[in-house]
C-alpha cells in the first residue's frame, strides 16, 4: 500500500500497530462526528495516546483520513483481487464476484459515505493517489468483463460496464435511505445481477450461491 504520511518513527511494524490503531478509531469518530468536527486530540484519545504520541505518526488531520481512505480501498481492492479469477475467468465467476463486492458494500456502508463525503478535504496529491487505487479496481474488472465476453461488448463497453457496477455498490450505501425501505440486500443483488446479464446480452439468468 502506497504511504504518502511521513512518520517520525523508524519501526515500521510500531508504525503499522500504531497506524492501524489511529485508523479503526478515526472511523468510529468521523461516523459519529463527521471529518471536520472530529479534533486531532479525540483521536488521540481514543487510540489511548497522547496528543504528542498521535503527532509521531502522522502530521496533520488530513493525514489521518489519507490513511482511512487508503484502508478502505486497500480492503476493497484485496476482496476483487482474491475474487476476481483472470487466468480462468468466467461467467459464474464475474457474477460471484459482483455479488461479493455488493456484500462488502453492505458491511462497510459507513466507511463508503466517509469516502465520498470528505474526498474533497483532502490535499490535491493525496486525492490522485486514492483515485489512482480506483482506477485500479475498476480495471481489475474491467479485464474480467472483457476478458470473458469480448465477443459481445467493446473494452470500451468493458470499462463503463466496470464503472456501473461500482457506482451501483456504492449507491447502496449512499442512498441506503430509500434503496433499503425497498429491498433486502438479496434482493438488490439479484436484481442488479439480472440487469448486468441483460446489459452484455445474456440469456441465462444467474442465481447467487
Do not use: G
Given at each position: 500500500m502506497e504511504d504518502n504520511v511521513v512518520s517520525s518513527v523508524k519501526d515500521e511494524a510500531l508504525i503499522t500497530k500504531r497506524r492501524h490503531q489511529i485508523i479503526k478509531s478515526a472511523i468510529q469518530l468521523f461516523k459519529e462526528k463527521g471529518f471536520h468536527r472530529t479534533t486531532t486530540r479525540e483521536i488521540a484519545q481514543k487510540c489511548g495516546f497522547s496528543i504528542g504520541t498521535l503527532y509521531e505518526y502522522i502530521r496533520t488531520k488530513e493525514d489521518v483520513l489519507f490513511l482511512v481512505y487508503q484502508s478502505i480501498h486497500e480492503r476493497v481492492y484485496q476482496h476483487l483481487h482474491e475474487k476476481v479469477d483472470l487466468k480462468d475467468v468466467s461467467s459464474s465467476n464475474i457474477m460471484d464476484t459482483i455479488a461479493s463486492y455488493y456484500r462488502l458494500v453492505d458491511e462497510m456502508q459507513d466507511e463508503v459515505i466517509i469516502l465520498y463525503q470528505e474526498i474533497k478535504?483532502?490535499?490535491?496529491?493525496?486525492?490522485?493517489?486514492?483515485?489512482?487505487?480506483?482506477?485500479?479496481?475498476?480495471?481489475?474488472?474491467?479485464?474480467?468483463?472483457?476478458?470473458?465476453y469480448d465477443d459481445k461488448v467493446s473494452e470500451k463497453e468493458a470499462t463503463l460496464i466496470a464503472n456501473n457496477i461500482f457506482v451501483q455498490g456504492q449507491m447502496w450505501a449512499f442512498r441506503r435511505w430509500t434503496l433499503q425501505k425497498q429491498y433486502t440486500i438479496d434482493e438488490y443483488i439479484q436484481m442488479q445481477l439480472v440487469l448486468f446479464q441483460k446489459t452484455i446480452g445474456l440469456t441465462t439468468i444467474y442465481e447467487e450461491g
Open positions: 478535504s483532502l490535499h490535491i496529491s493525496k486525492k490522485e493517489v486514492v483515485l489512482q487505487k480506483e482506477r485500479a479496481m475498476v480495471e481489475l474488472l474491467t479485464r474480467a468483463i472483457y476478458t470473458c
